[in-house]
T-cell receptor, first 117, second 111 residues
């Protein structure tokens, strides 16, 4: 299956700092990537859709100025959590859409566990 | 009503048992359906897509019932290694190819 990497795997930061998370599709091109957040014992919640070469589309309730998304190439999307606070601590997972697969399928990165102190 | 609903479980079954999970969805226009497996503190991994005609992959069988708006996953001869949370995912259509996930069903296979 298609491979998606995510970096870093985990990060601990102080409140008020910004954290950048990278998502890469390693063996396919992804014009669309997705960013999710998952709190303990809860489902994945879609935060935003990242589109290569254009602005991201954010889900209702997700602050676009707090969660900055950049999809500069067909294999890389980044999510920057700006001015992080303890309530932003969560498991952030990206997925990349492989349009060549039938049906059109999303493959997930290994996730980034963010802890904000 | 939630867009995608699953019984959270846990389902505790003995090794070798057959177990089935259902997942209901509310949007009748939903276009594609998937089962993912998620281990504790890991990312979801695609288990299988779900086709209208049903599909089978080894011990796993997935079915789609559009009339009743649910998908199912059947696991035969369950192994200890099948212990995980099983997430169903639905593409509701309408463009964007977004997926809506259920909360997952936890399976524990025991000796």
């Amino acid at each position: 299956g298609a491979v998606v990497s995510q970096h870093p795997s985990w990060v601990i930061c102080k409140s008020g700092t910004s954290v950048k998370i990278e998502c890469r599709s390693l063996d396919f091109q992804a014009t669309t990537m997705f960013w999710y957040r998952q709190f303990p014992k809860q489902s994945l919640m879609l935060m935003a859709t990242s589109n290569e070469g254009s602005k991201a589309t954010y889900e209702q309730g997700v602050e676009k100025d707090k969660f900055l998304i950049n999809h500069a190439s067909l294999t890389l999307s980044t999510l920057t959590v700006t001015s992080a606070h303890p309530e932003d601590s969560s498991f952030y997972i990206c997925s990349a859409r492989d349009q060549a697969s039938i049906p059109d399928t999303q493959y997930f990165g290994p996730g980034t566990r963010l802890t904000v102190l | 009503r939630k867009e995608v609903e699953q019984d959270p479980g846990p389902f505790n079954v003995p090794e070798g048992a057959t177990v089935a999970f259902n997942c209901t969805y509310s949007n009748s226009a939903s276009q594609s359906f998937f089962w993912y497996r998620q281990d504790c503190r890991k990312e979801p991994k695609l288990l299988m897509s779900v086709y209208s005609s049903g599909n089978e992959d080894g011990r796993f069988t997935a079915q789609l019932n559009r009339a009743s708006q649910y998908i199912s996953l059947l696991i035969r001869d369950s192994k200890l290694s099948d212990s995980a949370t099983y997430l169903c995912a639905v593409n509701p259509g309408g463009g964007g190819n977004k997926l809506t996930f259920g909360t997952g069903t936890q399976l524990k296979v025991e000796l």
